[in-house]
Structures are given as C-alpha cells and as structure tokens.
C-alpha cells in the first residue's frame, strides 16, 4: 500500500493505492472491501477512485446478487465482441472498448470515515483483459 500526503488546491489529501489480483479474462471483482479498508477512520468527504489502467474500469452497481455483475458482462460481450476485426493488433480491442464505457475513475461520498453506498451498492474493478495485477488509487478529498 502507497501512502502520499500532498496539498491539492490547499486542502490537504491521502492517496492509498491497492492492487488487485483479477483471475479471468473477464471478470467483475468486487473491492469494496478493499476500497472500505483503505479509508476507515480517515476524514473527509469524498473518495476518488482512479485505475491507471486501459483494458479494465470501475463500477458502482449492485453487490448482493452476483447474477447482477453476470448480466453486465454478457450484455458488453454483446455490445462489444472480441471477434470483430478491430485495426489494433493486440487482440484486445474489446478490452479498450468496454473499459471506455466503464470509466476509470469514481466519486464515492464519504462521511464520518466510511463510505456512503446505498443498501445494495458495490465498487466493482471490471476487468476485460485478464488475468492481471490491476492497481487502484484511492484518494480521500478533505
């Protein structure tokens, strides 16, 4: 875990980086947990989120019934197929494609040192170009 202090815009912010171990091609690992660890205890009031990463995203979406996270990914299966014939010669367009319509940064709330997700809200790393050790900077704005 990486910890810098530093000023931003004269306030004072925390960055914590965690890395994360995805183990399919494609997955939607949940680091709620992880992201919640990270920043117990700490003050402020907002958490920012940013993967340095261009073939995997993040996601607030439902965490407590996995059939979820499951229709998500066939739904960008079949909106983005790995099979077209993409110029990128890589052979993970797809990946770059998906990870462009998740995104690759969030805004959390946060107050009295927790995150404030609704009842059934999750933070998702959605990977698309697995399996990899993906890096996640999580930022607590004061």
């Not at 996270?69 to 052979?91: F, T």
């Not at 999750?122 to 704005?141: A, H, N, S, T, Y």
């Given at each position: 875990?990486?910890?810098?202090?530093?000023?931003?815009?004269?306030?004072?912010?925390?960055?914590?980086?965690?890395?994360?171990?995805?183990?399919?091609?494609v997955?939607?690992?949940s680091?709620?947990?992880?992201?919640?660890?990270?920043?117990?205890?700490?003050?402020?009031?907002?958490?920012?989120?940013?993967t340095p990463?261009?073939t995997?995203?993040?996601?607030?979406?439902?965490?407590a019934?996995?059939?979820?996270?499951?229709?998500?990914?066939?739904?960008?299966?079949r909106l983005?197929p790995?099979?077209?014939?993409?110029?990128h010669?890589?052979?993970?367009s797809?990946?770059?494609?998906?990870?462009?319509?998740?995104?690759h940064?969030?805004l959390v709330?946060?107050?009295?040192?927790?995150?404030?997700?609704?009842?059934?809200?999750?933070?998702f790393l959605?990977?698309?170009?697995?399996?990899?050790?993906?890096?996640?900077?999580?930022?607590?704005?004061?």
């Amino acid at each position: 875990m990486l910890l810098i202090y530093g000023p931003s815009y004269s306030r004072m912010y925390l960055v914590v980086e965690i890395k994360v171990r995805t183990t399919t091609k494609v997955e939607a690992r949940s680091i709620t947990a992880e992201i919640a660890q990270a920043v117990r205890g700490e003050e402020g009031t907002l958490v920012h989120l940013f993967t340095p990463h261009t073939t995997c995203g993040l996601l607030v979406n439902e965490d407590a019934d996995p059939a979820v996270m499951s229709d998500i990914l066939d739904a960008l299966g079949r909106l983005v197929p790995r099979n077209l014939p993409y110029e990128h010669r890589e052979g993970n367009s797809d990946a770059h494609i998906k990870s462009s319509l998740m995104g690759h940064s969030l805004l959390v709330p946060f107050s009295g040192g927790r995150l404030v997700l609704g009842t059934w809200q999750g933070i998702f790393l959605m990977e698309f170009d697995g399996p990899r050790e993906r890096k996640v900077q999580v930022r607590i704005l004061r």
